[in-house]
């Protein structure tokens, strides 16, 4: 069975395009992790066989994004002993408050740590910060990340200092 770093769990297929943040973050860094869809409501068989999985694999983290009711963070978090981070979904509705809402209120005892809505990218950077404390591969990684955004935000205020924001609005 191969070792991974992390799980990726969403609860339909349309959450997929947010939840590819992390997923492609990971591949950046060379983090080893899953990906998979596995409703907490419509196939908790499913979902408990990926969780066995994923433990057996010696996974360390687990992201899980839901919209709408959101337990599926919750359910996992009372599944496993690591950490799982919850990314609530924008939902058309009430525009991912409810899935929010869903994922911070956890009872005493089963905490979920949460991300912004749509905050897929976050989590994965959170994941990757918790790996770090016992991986220093992970932690440079990490480092030359945020460093590298750091620079993005400097080159940016140069070229807004040079040209002008009118010129910079419209290059």
Not at 69 to 87: E, F, T
């Amino acid at each position: 069975m191969k070792k991974i770093d992390v799980a990726i769990v969403m609860g339909s297929d349309s959450d997929l395009n947010i939840m590819s943040a992390a997923a492609n973050f990971f591949e950046k860094l060379g983090i080893a992790y899953e990906i998979t869809i596995a409703s907490a409501h419509r196939t908790p068989e499913l979902l408990r066989e990926f969780i066995k999985t994923a433990i057996a694999c010696e996974v360390k983290v687990i992201i899980a994004g839901a919209g709408g009711a959101a337990h599926l963070p919750g359910v996992i978090a009372s599944m496993v002993d690591v950490p799982v981070i919850g990314v609530p979904i924008k939902t058309s509705a009430l525009s991912g408050l409810d899935s929010l809402y869903s994922i911070v209120q956890m009872p005493s005892g089963v905490p979920v740590a949460t991300v912004s809505i749509n905050g897929a990218l976050n989590a994965g950077i959170l994941a990757a910060q918790i790996l770090s404390l016992s991986n220093s591969e992970f932690s440079v990684k990490l480092k030359l990340y945020k460093d590298n955004m750091k620079n993005e935000v400097i080159q940016k205020a140069d070229k807004l200092r040079e040209t002008g924001f009118a010129n910079y609005i419209f290059s």
